[in-house]
């Protein structure tokens, strides 16, 4: 055993929609002045993504950014290649007042799938995951029942949580919970 | 007897048995019916015992508002008491028991209470049961308890789920009767999103057997096409079995759907709280109908004329052969009416009005009713049944006129409209004289968050009786909200004909002028057994508020809130109190609108996921070796490692043993880990802690306090300087989240201009101690780091890799021993861990949990926020002064450390306690003085913070707060303990072991 593992080591579970812990992601905080052009250049060149508005991601399969608050942002890449990763966006920012730390191994990260995405969602969140609001992109601080989260629609039958390692397994039971069959609701 | 009818029955699947249990006796309904119908159709109309008097009592209403036939359902654990006969939907298997009797429904002992009643009038707890003071807890509240009482306490667990489901939407309509329905379609076509519910299992309400008819066709039609044309546009969503249960603010409201209570074991959550936000609520509730308040209107038998048509037409469920109508409005005509259609007999309508005609009255007088005008009930003949009534003159004293042998009587005191959910958040009423009722002021809507109206009242809830003008007011409504929502849409109401009524007459006692032993038998709250003569006793001895008088009387303080006994209530207290009804006033409104299950208020917290437990990457490990937890926050943490056959105790000694000879291993990964990083980072943490970070060195750690703006300590650790505008922060392991909010409040409110970020990394590594004189030799062998003596030195920390996997070392040190913290990305953890024990094994390496965690910090005399803290305690007072900076101008509590209560020099002050015969001291023990307090307590100098037995010194040890304690070394105190003894414990150096620091330093 020498290979980084997860909080769940990608346990899975079928309800109604399928429900897996997605493993180990590569997540870079950033904070800084999202305004400031000079920031905007590093991490947008370190990314290779346009830093995202409120509420959003941008990003493509492991790599992207996420909003997460007017100065802080979410970096996405492999696993593999975060310390490198930081090395280089600690240097594109030097100079500047920001704040770079890897936290990739401080979360979970959970892929759900299936039609009734949304309405397993909206049995934990009081955010808004409707359609036309909580759109593909849409990426959102919240909480889960008790615990902090984000969630993130990745296409119409998929929507990432991202949490706290810590909270793996109770994120786990409570997605699980939610998907179980029989709780069907048919209401978006 | 009650009987079903041979045919009819608009809710009936007659092709559909359904077999259900009532008291163990075996009993069989159909499809469609309700528990309290199928019960009527076979005849059981005794349902349940009053709450006070055991009176025997029978359904009253067909809906929610049911305050007599509540039923204790279902077994083990499904078994739920108070549920309404009334709301519970027949299904195969279904068990239900009556309430409150003993030893059976029908004959009952506590019914002795009835013939004491003039014994027991409100108001008798407080006045009879008050002397002498010991019997009230001895012996007249154990009477009290099993005598009063409705359902039994569920005892075993739940075996249903239950869940939330949150939703924002622009538009709920609740109540799906015909104006539910007209508001949901005009909003509908303005384009809006609509979610219209309804409590029951039908949409339509009342208006089908009420005769209703809309746009020409029967309302049964008009109601189905509504619901098709709903159901056909994207907009709309519709829901039965989903009730209304509280509207609070700014448009936030709770919906209860019974998603299983029908198809129980089907393995679908039972209720669903739905919490919604949306934008405009219709209240379209519609409204219920007011029992008359004359002598023996709680005898089985006597209804509600609304119920008795119900059940005549909705389950052809007959009342009895006969029944006898009494009313002060024209709409019980409509059960007459009803009653004749079904081949029943109604041998008289007992109306106390003086002259009527017209409409609904001429109708029955053409079918050949009889029809008594200024005449009403003197009181209903029969005990456990009705057998008949006493007719009188309304305007009279109660003389019998006549008597008329009957089974059944309707009675109808007018219609109250449902206003609760327009009222819970602030809808105000105003009192409708013609109508006898409050309605809702539509010009005083609950208001949004902008201050602008966020409800609108539609239909028989908004006052309106008559169809018509139910659908006309629905549309206006639905094109209010639709408006509010910046569309416009056009009114269009489908039409009724033009009803002609009577107006009504306020009867609030019949006959007007009864004697006190008629209203001493006159029922306003049968739940709760109060009588008219209740209220006006209320009135006589000043509890003129209607709050007052509410809690003296407990007039509408049951399960059902008061739904029919309310309005009565509060215009007899008028009455009696020579006021105006609208003076008065109403109670509050408050929801749920009826009760909703706790089940469905926890949703999914239960069992494993009623808290989320938190986990290190180690936690399995722990778990899988025995590990005791103790919880600290949300996280469990090994509080020992106890092994086959060994005492947690033991294990405990054992743990801090090997730690202290060899090596011990410790999971410290929840100690919070915040980074602290900019230009102002230094000047930002001198003003957190107490002493200087500022001249921290980078690659050293230095030890620090944190109080809040009050002076108390609050927080405590070890702060590393990671570069030159870099710092991280430990916390506490409680104190993570708590300590990261409390740095972002500070720099988000205070110091915004400063140019500091933090970042929570507590949970990004995993972090190991390694502790023991043989932890440096552990970390030796695993290899990649120069942790030598001279190159790696106490409050030394580093950066390199340690058997391949990046670490994060600190030379830091919680025991007194040589210690390492080892920081790992979490994902590692749990391999960095493993390689400590094979590294360990041959030194005899064992992990170790809080308990030796905190022996060995005591030994030390280390203190632990939350033991020798408790958030009046100061760092001064436990000796920290030197962790107080006297260099810098301030940091957050220093003016408060300097408020006179602070300095006073008689603060009680941290000292080592030492037991004189090797005792360990009781946790939280007290040292007394001489004397006691005015309130003739001992009075107290000092006490215990921590204590324990050190399996180091073979002795008890303790950490205490004494007064003047450190000018009183070698002093003994006396602790009192709560068995009677006293422990001897004499004053000493807090630090017990290894006073010079000799065996970190190695």
């Given at each position: ?11 899975s579970y ?16 950033v ?18 993504v ?19 608050s ?12 975060a ?7 600690s ?10 730390v ?27 995951v409707?359609?036309?609001v ?31 390692r810590?909270v ?12 179980r069959?029989g ?5 978006f | 007897?009650?009987t079903?009818?041979a ?8 092709r ?17 019916d309700?528990l ?18 055991h ?16 039923m ?7 078994f739920e008491?108070?549920?309404r006969?009334?709301?519970?939907e ?22 002795i209470?009835?013939s ?19 019997f ?16 039994k306490?569920?005892?075993d667990?739940d ?22 329905l ?11 999103e609509?979610?219209l ?29 509504a ?27 709770l919906a209860?759907e ?12 039972r ?7 949306a ?20 005898v089985?038998?006597?209804m509600?004329a ?5 059940y005549?037409?909705n389950w ?11 009313t ?34 001429e109708e029955a007088r ?5 029809v008594?005008?200024g ?5 209903v ?6 057998e ?6 309304q ?5 019998v006129?006549?008597?008329?042998p ?15 959910l327009?009222?819970?958040c602030g809808?105000?009423l105003?009192?409708d ?27 028989a809830?908004n ?6 003008e ?12 639709a408006?509010r ?5 056009e009114?269009?109401?489908?039409s009724?004909?033009a ?6 007459a ?18 306003l ?9 209740d ?18 009387t407990t007039?509408g303080m ?19 109190l ?6 008065v ?38 778990e899988?070796?025995?590990a005791?937890?103790?919880p ?8 020992a ?8 105790h ?7 043993k090997?730690t202290?000879?060899?090596?011990g291993l ?13 230009p ?10 107490t002493n200087?970070?500022?001249t921290?060195?980078?690659?050293r ?10 002076g ?6 070890v702060v590393?300087r990671l ?6 922060c ?10 990261h ?5 500070w ?5 915004w ?8 990394l ?6 190991i ?14 290899g990649?780091m ?8 106490f ?11 990046p670490a ?10 040589l ?8 994902s ?22 809080t ?18 803290t ?11 002064d ?28 941290l ?11 009781p ?9 006691t307090?005015a ?6 100098q ?13 002795r008890?040890?303790?950490?205490g ?10 002093e ?7 068995d ?13 072991f ?9």
């Amino acid at each position: 055993m020498s290979e980084p593992v997860s909080a769940l080591r990608g346990e899975s579970y079928d309800g109604h929609i399928r429900v897996e812990e997605a493993g180990l992601r590569g997540m870079i905080t950033v904070r800084g002045d999202l305004s400031s052009e000079a920031v905007a250049r590093a991490v947008g060149e370190v990314s290779g993504v346009e830093v995202p508005g409120p509420n959003a991601a941008n990003a493509s399969d492991a790599r992207g950014l996420c909003w997460m608050s007017p100065d802080e942002l979410l970096l996405l890449v492999p696993h593999a290649e975060a310390g490198e990763t930081l090395r280089r966006l600690s240097d594109a920012l030097a100079g500047e007042h920001a704040l770079v730390v890897d936290v990739s191994d401080a979360r979970a990260t959970f892929r759900l799938t299936g039609a009734p995405v949304r309405e397993v969602l909206a049995k934990l969140t009081p955010a808004d995951v409707s359609p036309g609001v909580f759109e593909l992109g849409a990426f959102r601080r919240t909480r889960l029942a008790q615990v902090p989260a984000a969630i993130w629609m990745r296409d119409a039958q998929t929507a990432e949580v991202v949490c706290f390692r810590s909270v793996a397994r109770y994120m786990f039971d409570l997605l699980a919970t939610a998907a179980r069959p029989g709780g069907e609701v048919g209401y978006f | 007897m009650s009987t079903r009818l041979a045919t009819g029955g608009r809710l009936l699947n007659r092709r559909k048995q359904v077999g259900f249990t009532f008291n163990g006796r075996r009993l069989t309904g159909f499809e469609g019916d309700t528990l309290a119908s199928a019960l009527l159709a076979q005849g059981q109309a005794l349902m349940g015992r009053s709450f006070k008097y055991h009176r025997p009592r029978g359904v009253v209403a067909s809906g929610s508002e049911e305050p007599n036939a509540l039923m204790n359902l279902g077994r083990g654990g499904r078994f739920e008491p108070n549920q309404r006969a009334t709301t519970t939907e027949l299904f195969d298997g279904l068990e239900a028991s009556s309430q409150n009797h003993w030893p059976s429904l029908d004959f009952d002992v506590g019914e002795i209470n009835a013939s004491l009643s003039r014994f027991l009038p409100a108001g008798f707890y407080y006045k009879t049961f008050i002397h002498p003071r010991p019997f009230w807890k001895h012996v007249y509240e154990p009477f009290i308890r099993r005598s009063a009482g409705l359902g039994k306490a569920p005892k075993d667990r739940d075996v249903d789920r239950y869940e939330h489901f949150n939703i924002r939407t622009d538009v709920v309509v609740i109540g799906g009767g015909i104006a539910g329905l007209q508001a949901a379609l005009t909003v509908a076509r303005s384009g809006a999103e609509v979610l219209l519910i309804e409590q029951a299992a039908h949409w339509g309400g009342r208006a089908p057997v009420d005769g209703a008819v809309i746009d020409g066709r029967p309302a049964d039609e008009w109601i189905a096409g509504a619901v098709a044309e709903l159901e056909g546009m994207e907009n709309v969503r519709l829901r039965l079995r989903t009730m209304g249960s509280g509207v609070y603010d700014h448009g936030y409201m709770l919906a209860y759907e019974r998603v299983a209570d029908h198809t129980l074991g089907d393995d679908r959550p039972r209720h669903r709280l739905w919490r919604i936000r949306a934008r405009q609520i219709v209240t379209a509730t519609g409204a219920i109908e007011r029992p008359l308040a004359f002598a023996g209107n709680d005898v089985p038998g006597v209804m509600l004329a609304s119920a008795v048509r119900d059940y005549v037409a909705n389950w052809a469920v007959s009342p009895g052969d006969r029944t006898v109508i009494v009313t002060n409005n024209d709409d019980a005509y409509r059960t007459a009416l009803a009653l004749k259609a079904a081949g029943l007999e109604v041998p008289a309508i007992l109306d106390a009005r003086p002259s009527v005609s017209g409409g609904l009255v001429e109708e029955a007088r053409k079918i050949g009713i009889r029809v008594e005008q200024g005449r009403g009930v003197a009181k209903v003949l029969g005990r456990k049944r009705v057998e008949g009534v006493a007719v009188c003159s309304q305007s009279g004293e109660g003389a019998v006129l006549e008597e008329i042998p009957c089974e059944a009587v309707a009675m109808s005191g007018g219609w109250s409209p449902v206003v609760h959910l327009w009222s819970h958040c602030g809808g105000r009423l105003r009192w409708d004289d013609s109508l006898c009722h409050f309605r809702p002021d539509a010009d005083k809507a609950p208001t949004g968050a902008d201050g602008q109206p966020v409800a609108v009242v539609v239909g028989a809830a908004n006052g309106e009786l008559h169809t018509g003008e139910i659908l006309r007011d629905a549309a206006e409504g639905g094109a209010t909200a639709a408006r509010r929502l910046g569309r416009e849409v056009e009114p269009q109401a489908a039409s009724a004909e033009a009803e002609h009524a009577n107006p009504m007459a306020p009867v609030w006692v019949m006959p007007q002028g009864a004697g006190h032993d008629l209203r001493a038998k006159m029922w306003l709250d049968f739940q709760n057994d109060v009588k008219v003569t209740d209220v006006q006793l209320a009135a006589r001895e000043g509890f003129e508020s209607v709050e007052h008088a509410k809690r003296y009387t407990t007039l509408g303080m049951a399960t059902d809130q008061g739904k029919l006994s309310n309005i009565n209530g509060l215009a007899v207290l008028a009455h009696t109190l020579n006021e105006d009804i609208p003076q008065v006033g109403t109670t509050t409104f408050r929801p749920p609108y009826t009760p909703i299950s706790m089940g469905s208020i926890a949703g999914e917290a239960r069992g494993e996921l009623f808290q989320p437990v938190r986990r290190t990457p180690m936690h399995d490990w722990h778990e899988g070796n025995g590990a005791t937890w103790e919880p600290v926050g949300h996280w469990r943490r090994p509080y020992a490692y106890p092994r086959p056959g060994e005492s947690v105790h033991d294990a405990v000694q054992r743990e801090v043993k090997t730690t202290r000879d060899s090596v011990g291993l410790l999971d410290a990964s929840t100690l919070g880990k915040i980074v602290v990083k900019g230009p102002d980072a230094g000047r930002f943490l001198d003003m957190l802690y107490t002493n200087m970070m500022s001249t921290l060195k980078v690659g050293r750690c230095r030890y620090g306090l944190m109080c809040s703006e009050n002076g108390f300590l609050m927080d405590d650790g070890v702060v590393a300087r990671l570069s030159e505008d870099t710092w991280l922060c430990h916390t506490t392991t409680g104190g993570a989240d708590r300590i990261h909010a409390h740095m972002e409040e500070w720099l988000q409110t205070e110091w915004w201009g400063w140019k500091v970020y933090t970042a929570n990394l507590t949970e990004q590594y995993a972090q190991i101690g390694v502790v023991g004189p043989k932890a440096r030799a552990v970390l030796e062998k695993l290899g990649g780091m120069d942790i030598s003596a001279d190159n790696f030195k106490f409050m030394d920390w580093a950066d390199g890799e340690l058997a391949g996997i990046p670490a994060r070392v600190f030379r830091i040190s919680f025991s007194g021993e040589l210690s390492f913290e080892v920081a790992v990305p979490a994902s590692r953890g749990r391999e960095f861990w493993d390689l400590c024990l094979d590294a360990g094994r041959e030194f005899g390496i064992a992990p170790y949990g809080t308990e030796a965690l905190h022996i060995m910090r005591a030994e030390k005399g280390f203190i632990m926020i939350g033991d020798e803290t408790d958030g009046t305690v100061i760092p001064q007072d436990l000796g920290l002064d030197w962790a107080i900076s006297k260099k810098k101008d301030d940091y957050i509590g220093k003016r408060a450390q300097q408020r006179e209560h602070m300095a006073r020099p008689d603060r009680w002050k941290l000292v080592g306690l030492e037991t004189l015969d090797g005792s360990t001291l009781p946790d939280g023990a007290y040292a007394v003085a001489e004397g006691t307090n005015a309130n003739g307590q001992r009075i107290t100098q000092g006490r215990v913070t921590s204590t324990y037995h050190s399996p180091t010194l073979g002795r008890g040890i303790a950490m205490g707060l004494v007064l003047h304690g450190p000018d009183r070394m070698g002093e003994v105190l006396d602790f009192p303990k709560v068995d009677g003894t006293v422990v001897q414990a004499r004053i000493v150096d807090p630090v017990f072991f290894d006073k010079d620091g000799e065996k970190q330093n190695v």
